[in-house]
């Protein structure tokens, strides 16, 4: 089992652009979530998904962010026309397998930076 | 309101001394409490939860509810115990997202 994988690892883009940050759960599990870690800071819950659903997305910014687990492929979190305060790291986490499943496995994460 | 407070953001103890990571949470109902460690280059792992009871690594950490503290201890320090410590809560019912506090890296000197 390779583990939560996440890509890109590091994301540059300008400011108006897109960004799209992906993120694969380890094989078994149902739940994905996102944080967000800004420079100084701890990790910040965004979104909770499971399949095709968002369970929870108190933590996702009115505006400009978006996110998805399609029944096939990755979750996706989508922000549009970025900002520089936008610049943060983003993790991923997979959990509710069945023998854990209430425990969240993390991925290693994508820097995103806005010039 | 569910906060977790991690009063230190950098601790540096000598090898061999005794260790002690603060946390306090506020949180209305009974929480799950958790200690995630990051090693250098190396993606955020559970390093122990507080209704397994376990000493991991040689660390504990006690759910103290009338303080609503948890607490991560280790008798001994080494150096290969230097990392960015972050204490956690989630609600108990279902799979629940994590309120994590900012963080405390530690630094274990030979």
């Known amino acids: 089992n390779a583990g939560v994988m996440q890509n890109p690892r590091h994301l540059v883009r300008r400011r108006g652009q897109e960004a799209r940050l992906r993120c694969s759960p380890m094989?078994?599990?149902?739940?994905v979530y996102w944080y967000r870690q800004l420079p100084e800071e701890g990790l910040k819950f965004m979104v909770y998904?499971?399949?095709?659903?968002?369970?929870?997305e108190s933590g996702m910014p009115k505006e400009r962010f978006s996110a998805e687990f399609p029944k096939e492929g990755p979750s996706i979190l989508r922000i549009q026309q970025v900002v520089r305060g936008d610049s943060a790291a983003y993790f991923c986490?997979?959990?509710?397998?069945?023998?854990?499943?209430?425990?969240?496995?993390f991925g290693p994460g994508t820097r995103l930076t806005v010039l | 309101a569910q906060r977790v407070t991690q009063p230190e953001k950098l601790l540096s103890v000598f090898k061999g001394a005794p260790v002690e990571l603060k946390c306090n949470y506020s949180?209305?109902?009974?929480?799950?409490l958790f200690w995630y460690v990051q090693y250098s280059r190396q993606r955020l792992q559970l390093l122990l939860r507080h209704i397994s009871r376990e000493s991991i690594k040689g660390f504990t950490a006690d759910l103290n509810k009338g303080e609503t503290s948890f607490h991560l201890k280790k008798p001994f320090a080494q150096e290969e115990d230097s990392a960015m410590y972050y204490c956690?809560?989630?609600?108990?019912?279902?799979?629940?997202?994590?309120?994590f506090g900012q963080g405390t890296r530690l630094t274990i000197n030979p």
């Open positions: 094989k078994g599990h149902s739940h």
């Open positions: 949180y209305s109902g009974s929480p799950e």
């Open positions: 998904l499971q399949k095709e659903n968002i369970i929870d």
């Open positions: 986490a997979s959990g509710g397998s069945l023998n854990s499943y209430n425990e969240q496995f």
């Open positions: 956690a809560l989630s609600g108990r019912e279902g799979a629940q997202k994590l309120v």
